[in-house]
């Protein structure tokens, strides 16, 4: 890639970088209510969010900058398997319409704005609540250096080059974000969304046109997957056959367990809202299918690149006037804004109530809950930031993979509860370390990859490590629960 | 009909049933196509079993 500073893309991108900053600081009146008198206000928007800015605010915050980066990197390192995202994406979405309602009536009837106040509330157990919020907080950390890392690469594509530019991109956003709270991304996720889909629908109909139709992309993709070899091709050698199912239903489970998308689900008007939202949300899917896609054009336009994530940068440079890349470069930018701000106001409102409520000041006020949050926001993006600034990118990479397996672990916890009373504390909490445990070491002992294998009966199966750690917390959570029940059968009045 | 909502699951993670390249649509090969077009088919699904439930009192 030509490194000289493309100043039309780059006004472009200015313009639009300009344009939400300032919507950012005016999302503080949008919808006004008291923003630093209560935490509902800061953290949850007010909980107010109807079908449309739930769609958009969700839409924009689940199908992160990173994905549009990462995703047609993958599709384009390896093939088929990459793809896995999209059977992940599509399968959560029964699970959202199921489960994510009855979440949302525990937690607007009891006031709850975080996962771990909702655990609280149902199992009247710290140690399980503060397992959920340290889970939480330390998996989000990792996902919003991501976010940085999506946003790093559209900049470079442009030209310029240092730390700088994020730095203060990243500033801008920690200080709307500290004013404004959820209002702002839900705000700005509208601007993002929209130039998202027009930069993918143009994609996907302009960049075959150019290249000579999808069979002649599929086709150039194959071709260079059989000189490649190896694990790679435009469908999954048998062996990755359950590594791809396993992958797509952990992560499915995983998606709705991190603290920016459950705010989210929280924030919104009803549970009718969040019904129709798992009816609208697959819009987006189809989007990130095509996304995915991009990988393969890469082959058809012959784009050569030093890093696997500068593909879909590289094929817009290349296939696209200078003004139609940086509207594109601003549009994935801005991508990795929204969810960056939601996931700090997550992380922000767990420590607020799950660490700083229950341990140092229990006392605290609505307002003092605000202020507690607005200040830890600034902290958690702070940390992303030195993060990627001071250590290699590869640890926040295999940071976010650890992440995903130990979010999954807080699913007994958090779900089991919305339907039956049986399982106890003590089980969950426990299943929860030995979930942890076992999968952190299985993925370091990988090498830090997300697989794990079983022997039986003389086959190997390989599968998704977050799986395997998940049913065997499950099974850890139901045998505890035996024991403890037997050792202290529950008394009547422990349950309300 | 809630049963309507394991369809997607069962459709997409046995992976055998559509790991192949013919017959292809559009240029696409099988693998890609069928994958896609559980997206509208599952949105349709969940708004079958919307359709059917009742409305919440809740606000």
């Known amino acids: 890639m030509a490194d000289q500073i493309d100043w039309i893309a780059l006004t472009v991108f200015l313009f639009f970088f300009i344009l939400v900053t300032v919507m950012g600081f005016f999302a503080a009146r949008w919808r006004a209510g008291p923003v630093s008198e209560h935490l509902d ?70 006031g709850h704005v975080t996962a771990a106040d909702v655990v609280l509330g149902t199992y009247q157990s710290r140690g399980l609540e503060l397992a959920v919020a340290l889970t939480g907080m330390i998996a989000t950390m990792p996902y919003i250096a991501l976010q940085l890392i999506g946003m790093g690469v559209v900049i470079k594509a442009m030209g310029l080059t240092g730390e700088l530019p994020i730095v203060a991109a990243f500033i801008i956003l920690a200080l709307y974000t500290y004013s404004s709270g959820l209002r702002a991304p839900a705000l700005i996720a509208f601007v993002k969304d929209i130039m998202i889909y027009i930069v993918v629908l143009v994609a996907v109909v302009v960049v075959p046109a150019k290249l000579g139709g999808y069979g002649t992309v599929f086709t150039a993709a194959s071709d260079a997957f059989a000189a490649k070899g190896g694990a790679t091709g435009l469908t999954l050698k048998p062996s990755q056959m359950l590594p791809y199912a396993t992958l797509a239903l952990g992560s499915a489970l995983a998606a709705f367990m991190y603290p920016h998308t459950l705010t989210g689900i929280f924030a919104s008007k009803s549970a009718d809202t969040i019904r129709k939202n798992a009816v609208l949300l697959p819009a987006y899917t189809l989007l990130l299918g095509l996304i995915a896609l991009l990988g393969y054009m890469a082959y058809a336009a012959n784009i050569k690149v030093a890093s696997n994530n500068d593909v879909v940068p590289a094929l817009f440079k290349v296939l696209f006037p200078s003004w139609f890349a940086g509207f594109a470069f601003s549009a994935i930018a801005i991508g990795a804004l929204v969810p960056a701000a939601v996931m700090s106001i997550g992380a922000a409102n767990l420590f607020t109530r799950n660490v700083w409520k229950s341990y140092v000041n229990p006392d605290i006020s609505h307002a003092g809950e605000a202020a507690v949050a607005k200040i830890a926001s600034l902290v958690v993006k702070l940390g992303a930031l030195a993060f990627i600034l001071f250590l290699p990118t590869q640890y926040a990479l295999d940071l976010q993979l650890l992440g995903g397996l130990w979010i999954l672990q807080t699913f007994p916890a958090l779900v089991f509860g919305l339907f039956t009373r049986w399982f106890r504390a003590e089980g969950l909490l426990l299943g929860w370390a030995v979930g942890i445990v076992w999968g952190s070491w299985t993925a370091w002992s990988n090498g830090l990859k997300p697989l794990a294998s079983i022997d039986l009966g003389g086959v190997s199966y390989v599968f998704y490590v977050g799986l395997g750690a998940l049913i065997l917390n499950v099974m850890v959570a139901a045998v505890t629960t035996v024991i403890v029940a037997r050792i202290s059968p529950r008394s009547a009045m422990a349950r309300s | 009909m809630w049963v309507l909502l394991l369809l997607p699951f069962i459709g ?4 055998p049933f559509y790991n192949f390249q013919e017959p292809a649509l559009f240029g696409f090969p099988f693998f890609y196509w069928y994958q896609l077009a559980w997206v509208p088919i599952s949105s349709l699904l969940i708004w079958l079993v919307y359709r059917r439930q009742t409305p919440d009192e809740a606000p």
Do not use: C
């Open chain 2, 12 to 15: 997409l993670l046995w992976v």
């Open chain 1, 41 to 110: 206000e800061w953290g949850l928007g007010g909980r107010q969010f109807g079908t449309w800015i739930t769609w958009f605010l969700v839409g924009g915050d689940f199908y992160t900058a990173y994905t549009v980066i990462a995703v047609p990197a993958l599709v384009y390192a390896v093939g088929a398997y990459g793809f896995f995202a999209l059977p992940y994406t599509i399968i959560v979405y029964p699970f959202v319409f199921a489960v994510m309602p009855v979440l949302w009536k525990v937690a607007h009837s009891n």
